[in-house]
Structures are given as C-alpha cells and as structure tokens.
C-alpha cells in the first residue's frame, strides 16, 4: 500500500470527517434559511413601506393638515401630479358646478340682455323649411342599455351579457407560467 | 503512592450522560414550546384570541357616494354637488395653539352667517383645548366652510409659519398646527329658485325633502358602503369605486319654466291674488314642461321654509292643494256625456235659469235664464243648469264611473313627494248626497289638483287617451341611460268623442271672443270660477278660484296649459283673472316650442305630404 493510499484510506476512516460533513450540511441550510428569510424580510419592508404609503395617501385624500406641504401646493396648481383622484373628483365636481352657475338661465338672460338681445315674438318669428333639419335632441348624457356584443376570442360573437364580467380563456399552464414569472420578478426586485 | 491535586477527569460514558442530558432539556423545552403553540391554536380560546386580534387589523369605514345631478330636459343642471370643507382640530397635536385657532377662524369665518357671532371664539377655543381622553383625539370646530375661506386660512396658517420660522422652539408661537380640513360635497342648486316646488331640497344630513329630492332620495343618494379596511399595511387595499347616486333628467324645460314663474308672478301681483299654480304639459305622453307654484324658495337657503311656506302652505300647490275647481271641470261632464251618448253636440236645452235636483235649485252664474242652448252654448256660456241638467241624463252611476275613469279622487301616480288624492264623493258615502250630481256637475263639492285635472283633461287632447303624468324623462346610473317610457293610464273617452269636445270648446272661445285665444292658433279651453267654502262649508265668501284649461294647437295638440289663480281680487272671474293668463303664456310657449303658426304649419305639412 502506497503512502498516498494509505493517506486516503486514513483520510476517509478520520471521525472528524463526518463531523465536519454534519457541519457543514448543519451551516449550508441554516445559510439557505437566512438568506430566504432575508428575502422574505426584505420583500416584507418594501411591501409594508409602500402600504403605508398608500395608505397615507389614502387618508390625505379625506383629510389635509391646513399647513401640509401638499395643501398648500394644491392651491396654486390645480392639476398638480400630487392632487388624489378623490381631489381630482371634487375639484370636477366644483367645475361643472361653476359652468352650471355661469350658464343659469338667469345670467343668460341677463347677459343676452346687456348684449341688446329680447325675448322673441310669436308674430316677429320667420319660419323656414330646411331640408335635412333635425329637431332639437333631448339630453343624452350616456348610451342606453343595450345588449352587448362582444369578439369571444374565438372567432364566435357574443350577444348579450356583461361585457365587462366576460373572461378571457386562459389555460392553466399559461396561468401557472405568468405566477412564476410574476413570482420572479418580485424577486428580482427584492434584491439589494 | 502519587497523589495528584487535579480533579478527576470525568469518566467518557458521564459526559455523554451529561450532554444527553442537557440536549434533552433543550428538546423537552422545544417540544413544550410547539405543544403550547398547537394548544394555542386548537384551545376554545383560540377563537375569541383571534377575533381580538382581528379588531386590530381592520378598521371600518363608511364611504359615501356623491348625490346624483337633476338636470332639465336639455341637460342644464338645476341641482349638482360643490365641494365644502369640515375644519376639526387634532386634539393629539402637542404643539397646536388653542388662541390662535380660535382667533384666526372667528376672523375669518366672520363673513360666514353661521359663524358671524361673539361666542363663536370661546367656543372653538374651549374645544380646541380639550384634552384627547376617552378616545377623543378630534374635534369639530366649523362645517360647510368655503374654498375662499379654507383659503384664507391657509394663507394665515403660512404667514404664522413665516413669522415663527426662527423660533420654532418657542412654546407660545402662534400657529395652525394641529387643524384639519376635510373635504366633502354639500347640495347646490344653480338655479336658485327656479322650479323650486318641483325640485325640493336636501338638508345637511342627506335628507331629501319636497319633490324629486325627496322622491327620488335613494336613487340620488346612491348606496353608502361600509367596508373593514386592512391596517396592516402589506395588506393595504384599493378603495372602494362606490358608485355615485343616478342623475336625474326631468322632463322640465328651463326656459319654459321661467317662463311661466314669470307670467305667473306677474299675474299673481296684478291681480292681487293669494297664490296661484301653472302646469304646462305635453297631452301626447304626459311629460311635464312646467309645473309653477307660488311662493317659492330659493334652495340654496332651504332654511328659510318655514319662513316662506307658513302654516300648512303647500310647497308645491300643483300637487298638494286640492280645490274645487269650478267650471273648468264641466269639460270632464260634457266628455262623458257625449261618451256615453246621453247628450250630442247638437242637443238642445232649455235653461229657465233654475234646475231642481236632490231637493235643491242649481242656479247660473249670473243667476240668469239663458233660453234654448246647444251644448256648445252651454260651454261656451259656462250654464251650470244646463250641466247639471246634463249630468242628471247620464245618470249618477254613468257620471261617477266616467269621473273615476278619469282618475278624479285618486293619486295621479306623478313621481313627486306630497302629492293628495282629491276628493270625489260616490253614491254611498255617509257625506254624498243627490245634489252632489248637479254640483259635482259643474266642479263644485268635488277637490282636485291642478295637476289631476290637467292629466284628466289632457285625455281630450289625446284622442281620449290619458297618460301618466310624469316629472322624471330618463336617469342615469352607472354610466347608462334608462329612459322612462311614457305610460298611458287609461282611455276613458273614444278619440272621436275627444276630437267633438275639443272643436265646441275651440269654437266656443271663438264665439266668445275670448281673453284666451292665441293668435295664429286655434286653441280650446275652458274657463273656471270656483266659489270657494268657508270653514262653516257655506259659500258666503266673496273670495274665488280663477282657473282656465286649454290646449293646442286644436288639429294637434302639443301642449295643454292649466292655470289656477287662487282668491284674485281684481275680478272673480276665471275668464277676466285666469284667461289672458294662458293666453300669454301659450304665446310665448310656442315660440320656445318652434311651434309655427298653424297656417304655416299645416302648409308645411301638406307641402311634405306631396313632395315624393
């Protein structure tokens, strides 16, 4: 038996050996459980941040402290990008209002009047006959139900239905494959 | 012998004991650890622990959706919805100033009517002092505050800051830290009063009251949704899209409207009545153009109610004040007279100026004899004995069938708040007699409502068919349009019937000459003067209802106006108070309706029935 045999064959009956296999086996997973755990940490920090994020933003749309940063901007420039929808809705709402003020039938007569129009006769009237007129329309302030019609995907058209509730078809590997890509990209971006 | 002063090594079997032993504590300790996590979780108190925790992770909140416009025909809103602010104090802010809070807001709410008032400092002074105990951590201290004067405010709030920007340590600085402005949306009405006893108001709780508002209330109001959202802030979720409140789109035309609160108003002045009520409406589906009553209020101050509207004063006459109406209801005699064939348009009577019926004598207006009449005299003259005498050949169960076909004594059904039914007393009442059918004849010891009359009669207009009034044309909810279609309620005449009654009441106004007529248009019409009983039930009043119906134009029908001037006393006579009334407002009316005269029209007509 050679020197280097015999220096293996000591090598491999050393009992110090299969401690250290142990070992290392011991430290390699408890490694593996700290680095998914500081994923997991990780990912759970940013999620919360922007969470509350939101969530603060969702309060300030209902509530602004009188000398917040973004109240006092909001004055100056109405279509600022921190302006919430909600803000955005109410600053709409006081729009059409203004309009509906400014075109009452008051003012509009007042300011016809001033311009030097009066109210119209019945015998100063001059009717003509123009082909292709239409009456005036009622309001129309959105499109009536109907039944909707709709492209199913599949060459075939739907009739009826909501169209919004009508679910694309979608394979369940096809599902599973965007989770894991979604997956992954969560991933990726709870790297450091 | 060696002695040796070292300890005992510890024979290899007890130290494996002793590790064994320690390993086993550990994993005893770890076990007991799990076996106390599973009891957790499967104990009967797991439940109760959980939901206490659950309290923690959700909180409640009630979102409200925006209320619905009510627009006119044509889309112009006459009430919409304009941002308010709630200011509040957040009593958990250490460094807010109470004086400073109180004094900037009692200065600059003082053009505020609500706020304008010396105890309104040291009111918001003593509750923005409080401390946050028992929970309280807020507190209201002004409400329906405006854009301007939020504006204000900041404007203080960052000259305070300025002014404190180097002493920010300073435990007395003025400042506005710690105040809160909410926004919320608060009812408006662009167009004050106009249509106001149509409209109705909204109250500062989202009460609807009066007309469409109170009427329409949960449809306008939308449906508030309260919703547990997530504290936890990895669980943090999107708002609720709660939809708003359906707008309304009425059947009223604004410029026809005004119109007639107008006319109305101006009349009402020159003739010194009490009150008075107009309505305009379409005979073809019974839309309503226009719907006046006095007094009116402007909504935008509902408050002042009870100042306007005094005592049991209608809010809206056209719907909730019933009346006798006098002789315009003789149309609805005549119309089931010549329905039922007790009489035909060429039917002669004898009036000797009394007719005898139920022990007692009905007599004429001017208590006159008017000799031998047709029944377009009759009408025309307006002869209560004739009609009398009319009603007494159809007979009582003939005339009161027709009546409640034409939906005298019961609810139109118009989708309005307050609306009263009437009265019609039948055959079998405790309080009917046999003179009723004379009196009824000629609309006196029956109620009604303007607006009950005017759908009854705009049967005649409508080749004898009655359609449901109605106010409301189409709504809109989550972002459809559903139109109302007309409803017809009932056909108490046959079209040839209508079309008879409509040419003696046209020619009638043409005999007569009428205050009514309008020129270029062959309306007809009838006029109505109402005595009016005291509360004895004696007519010993001289006061009178003035009334006139009419419709037009006579070949067809696009409008039909009903006028009631309640208690004049310039003239007691429907034909002198309430006709020229019509008059001018069926003048204006067509304009606003592109109504040609009915020469031109019917040329146009013709001309487009040759043209291939």
């Known amino acids: 038996?050679?020197?280097?045999?015999?220096?293996?064959?000591?090598?491999?009956?050393?009992?110090?050996?299969?401690?250290?296999?142990?070992?290392?086996?011991?430290?390699?997973?408890?490694?593996?459980?700290?680095?998914?755990?500081?994923?997991?940490?990780?990912?759970?920090?940013?999620?919360?941040?922007?969470?509350?994020?939101?969530?603060?933003?969702?309060?300030?749309?209902?509530?602004?402290?009188?000398?917040?940063?973004?109240?006092?901007?909001?004055?100056?420039?109405?279509?600022?990008?921190?302006?919430?929808?909600?803000?955005?809705?109410?600053?709409?709402?006081?729009?059409?209002?203004?309009?509906?003020?400014?075109?009452?039938?008051?003012?509009?007569?007042?300011?016809?009047?001033?311009?030097?129009?009066?109210?119209?006769?019945?015998?100063?009237?001059?009717?003509?006959?123009?082909?292709?007129?239409?009456?005036?329309?009622?309001?129309?302030?959105?499109?009536?139900?109907?039944?909707?019609?709709?492209?199913?995907?599949?060459?075939?058209?739907?009739?009826?239905?909501?169209?919004?509730?009508?679910q694309a078809p979608q394979a369940m590997l096809e599902w599973l494959r965007d989770e894991i890509l979604r997956a992954l990209e969560l991933v990726r971006e709870a790297q450091p | 012998m060696k002695q040796t002063l070292a300890s005992p090594v510890p024979h290899r079997s007890s130290l494996v004991r002793r590790y064994q032993f320690v390993a086993l504590f550990f994993a005893a300790a770890a076990v007991a650890i799990v076996a106390q996590m599973i009891r957790l979780q499967i104990s009967p108190d797991a439940i109760e622990l959980r939901s206490r925790g659950q309290l923690y992770t959700q909180e409640l909140h009630t979102f409200f959706p925006a209320r619905g416009e009510i627009r006119d025909r044509w889309g112009n809103v006459l009430a919409g919805n304009q941002t308010v602010y709630e200011i509040g104090v957040d009593l958990q802010t250490r460094s807010r100033n109470p004086e400073t809070i109180a004094f900037t807001l009692s200065r600059v709410l003082s053009t505020h009517a609500e706020y304008n008032r010396p105890e309104y400092y040291d009111s918001v002074f003593t509750a923005a002092s409080r401390q946050p105990i028992s929970g309280t951590v807020y507190a209201v201290l002004a409400d329906y505050v405006t854009e301007t004067e939020v504006a204000e405010i900041r404007r203080w709030s960052q000259e305070y800051e300025q002014l404190y920007q180097d002493r920010a340590d300073d435990k007395n600085r003025q400042t506005l830290q710690g105040l809160i402005i909410r926004p919320h949306l608060m009812r408006v009405y662009p167009e004050k009063d106009l249509a106001s006893g149509v409209i109705g108001f909204v109250n500062r709780q989202g009460e609807g009251f009066f007309g469409v508002e109170a009427r329409y209330n949960p449809l306008l109001a939308g449906e508030p949704q309260t919703l547990p959202m997530s504290t936890d802030p990895t669980r943090a979720q999107q708002l609720p899209a709660i939809p708003d409140g359906a707008t309304l789109i009425l059947t009223l035309d604004r410029e026809i409207q005004r119109m007639a609160e107008q006319v109305l108003d101006d009349a009402i002045v020159a003739n010194g009545a009490e009150g008075g009520s107009v309505v305009i409406l379409d005979p073809r589906n019974g839309e309503i153009l226009a719907m006046v009553s006095?007094?009116?209020?402007?909504?935008?101050?509902?408050?002042?109610?009870?100042?306007?509207?005094?005592?049991?004063?209608?809010?809206?006459?056209?719907?909730?004040?019933?009346?006798?109406?006098?002789?315009?209801?003789?149309?609805?005699?005549?119309?089931?007279?010549?329905?039922?064939?007790?009489?035909?348009?060429?039917?002669?009577?004898?009036?000797?100026?009394?007719?005898?019926?139920?022990?007692?004598?009905?007599?004429?207006?001017?208590?006159?004899?008017?000799?031998?009449?047709?029944?377009?005299?009759?009408?025309?003259?307006?002869?209560?004995?004739?009609?009398?005498?009319?009603?007494?050949?159809?007979?009582?169960?003939?005339?009161?069938?027709?009546?409640?076909?034409?939906?005298?004594?019961?609810?139109?059904?118009?989708?309005?708040?307050?609306?009263?039914?009437?009265?019609?007393?039948?055959?079998?009442?405790?309080?009917?007699?046999?003179?009723?059918?004379?009196?009824?004849?000629?609309?006196?010891?029956?109620?009604?409502?303007?607006?009950?009359?005017?759908?009854?009669?705009?049967?005649?207009?409508?080749?004898?068919?009655?359609?449901?009034?109605?106010?409301?044309?189409?709504?809109?909810?989550?972002?459809?349009?559903?139109?109302?279609?007309?409803?017809?309620?009932?056909?108490?005449?046959?079209?040839?019937?209508?079309?008879?009654?409509?040419?003696?009441?046209?020619?009638?106004?043409?005999?007569?000459?009428?205050?009514?007529?309008?020129?270029?248009?062959?309306?007809?019409?009838?006029?109505?003067?109402?005595?009016?009983?005291?509360?004895?039930?004696?007519?010993?009043?001289?006061?009178?209802?003035?009334?006139?119906?009419?419709?037009?134009?006579?070949?067809?029908p696009r409008f039909l106006i009903y006028v009631w001037i309640e208690k004049p006393t310039s003239s007691p006579w429907g034909s002198v108070v309430a006709a020229p009334i019509f008059s001018q407002l069926a003048q204006r009316l067509v304009v606003l309706l592109n109504l040609p005269p009915d020469t031109i029209r019917l040329a146009m007509a013709a001309q487009a029935s040759t043209t291939p």
């Open chain 1, 1 to 166: 038996m050679s020197t280097s045999s015999r220096f293996q064959q000591a090598y491999a009956q050393a009992p110090w050996r299969l401690q250290l296999q142990l070992s290392g086996a011991f430290i390699l997973a408890l490694i593996a459980a700290w680095m998914i755990a500081a994923m997991y940490l990780d990912v759970s920090t940013r999620a919360a941040a922007i969470g509350r994020q939101i969530q603060e933003m969702q309060v300030s749309s209902r509530s602004l402290s009188v000398n917040s940063a973004q109240s006092a901007g909001a004055e100056s420039d109405p279509l600022s990008d921190t302006l919430s929808i909600e803000e955005l809705r109410l600053i709409n709402e006081n729009l059409q209002t203004q309009l509906a003020y400014l075109s009452s039938d008051a003012l509009m007569v007042d300011r016809a009047t001033k311009m030097g129009f009066k109210p119209v006769a019945a015998d100063e009237l001059l009717y003509l006959q123009v082909a292709g007129y239409l009456p005036r329309q009622t309001a129309q302030l959105a499109p009536p139900p109907g039944p909707a019609v709709g492209e199913m995907g599949n060459g075939e058209w739907e009739v009826g239905g909501d169209p919004y509730r009508r």
């Open chain 2, 294 to 556: 006095t007094p009116r209020l402007d909504l935008n101050q509902y408050w002042q109610y009870s100042d306007i509207f005094p005592g049991a004063t209608p809010f809206n006459r056209a719907v909730s004040r019933d009346y006798e109406p006098g002789s315009v209801y003789k149309v609805l005699t005549m119309a089931g007279a010549l329905d039922s064939g007790a009489v035909k348009p060429e039917t002669t009577f004898l009036d000797t100026g009394s007719f005898a019926i139920g022990g007692y004598y009905i007599h004429n207006w001017n208590w006159g004899a008017w000799g031998e009449q047709n029944m377009t005299g009759c009408m025309q003259h307006s002869l209560n004995v004739c009609l009398a005498w009319v009603a007494s050949q159809m007979g009582t169960d003939i005339f009161y069938s027709y009546m409640q076909k034409f939906g005298i004594g019961r609810l139109t059904g118009i989708d309005l708040d307050g609306e009263v039914p009437g009265r019609l007393k039948i055959p079998g009442d405790s309080d009917w007699y046999d003179v009723e059918l004379g009196t009824n004849s000629f609309g006196q010891g029956v109620a009604v409502t303007p607006l009950q009359l005017s759908a009854a009669i705009a049967s005649v207009a409508n080749q004898g068919e009655m359609m449901s009034p109605h106010i409301v044309m189409a709504y809109v909810e989550n972002g459809q349009q559903y139109t109302i279609p007309p409803r017809p309620i009932s056909h108490p005449i046959s079209a040839e019937t209508a079309h008879t009654l409509t040419e003696m009441l046209a020619v009638s106004l043409e005999d007569e000459a009428s205050d009514a007529l309008v020129p270029g248009y062959r309306v007809a019409g009838k006029t109505g003067t109402a005595s009016i009983a005291g509360p004895t039930g004696l007519y010993d009043s001289d006061l009178t209802n003035a009334s006139f119906v009419g419709w037009g134009p006579v070949d067809d």
